[in-house]
């Protein structure tokens, strides 16, 4: 009997801490690379988001991928002001610089600060290729108007391919890469959804 009550409990004690934990995050300001799915030998587009911005003025961030994948080219969101970027995409890590001297107030919007284009191995082995941020602030590398440092978690992401080269099923997780089914599937799936949200692609 108290093994039934016990359960439950511990079930909404995690829910709970997961809710709060969730929402601590959601108004943390964030840069991310997106996760996505791309064929084998083929194009994989991911984009770069900023959310919760509290106003910057500069951006410089580092870009480093999986060694397998060649970068092809980098396009800009168009929301942090003047972008610049080196015409050699052979660089990994390659640096991404938004530098606005001349401007006399904050960027606050949320979005898509750059897209990347990188050109998938055609490899028979299902796997991912991590794709990272990095920034050093005691280079002044995001500031705000003030000249000071802006703090921002960064959330890894990766390009996810299948064993056959095709794109993977939308049953595959995210964080994993594996497909889950029935009622402990879902949960998993559950379960790696929040770690996704929170921390990136594994």
């Known amino acids: 009997m108290k093994k039934r009550i016990l359960i439950p409990i511990l079930v909404l004690v995690f829910l709970l801490a997961t809710a709060s934990i969730v929402?601590?995050?959601?108004?943390?300001?964030?840069?991310?690379?997106?996760?996505?799915?791309?064929?084998?030998?083929?194009?994989?587009?991911v984009k770069i988001t900023m959310?919760?911005?509290?106003?910057?003025?500069?951006?410089g961030l580092t870009v480093s991928y999986d060694p397998e994948l060649t970068?092809?080219?980098?396009?800009?969101?168009?929301?942090?002001?003047?972008?610049?970027s080196a015409p050699n995409y052979k660089h990994n890590p390659y640096y991404l610089t938004w530098s606005n001297d001349t401007v006399e107030e904050d960027?606050?919007?949320?979005?898509?600060i750059a897209i990347l284009y990188f050109s998938v191995p055609d490899s028979e082995e299902k796997r991912s290729y991590?794709?990272?941020l990095s920034y050093d602030n005691k280079n002044f590398e995001i500031f705000n108007y003030q000249t000071k440092t802006v703090e921002f978690r960064l959330k890894?992401?990766?390009?996810?391919?299948?064993?056959?080269?095709?794109t993977v099923t939308d049953k595959a997780c995210f964080y994993c890469g594996h497909e889950h089914t029935g009622?402990?599937?879902?949960?998993?799936?559950?379960i790696h959804q929040i770690l996704f949200k929170l921390f990136g692609a594994k």
């Open 71 to 84: 970068l092809t080219g980098v396009e800009d969101g168009r929301i942090l002001g003047e972008f610049i």
């Open 156 to 166: 890894p992401g990766a390009i996810y391919v299948n064993e056959a080269g095709e």
């Open 107 to 112: 960027f606050h919007d949320d979005g898509v």
């Open 23 to 45: 929402i601590n995050a959601a108004a943390t300001p964030t840069i991310s690379v997106e996760s996505v799915v791309a064929r084998a030998g083929e194009e994989a587009v």
């Open 183 to 190: 009622l402990l599937g879902w949960f998993i799936k559950w």
């Open 51 to 59: 959310e919760h911005n509290p106003g910057v003025i500069g951006v």
């Open 130 to 132: 991590d794709i990272s």
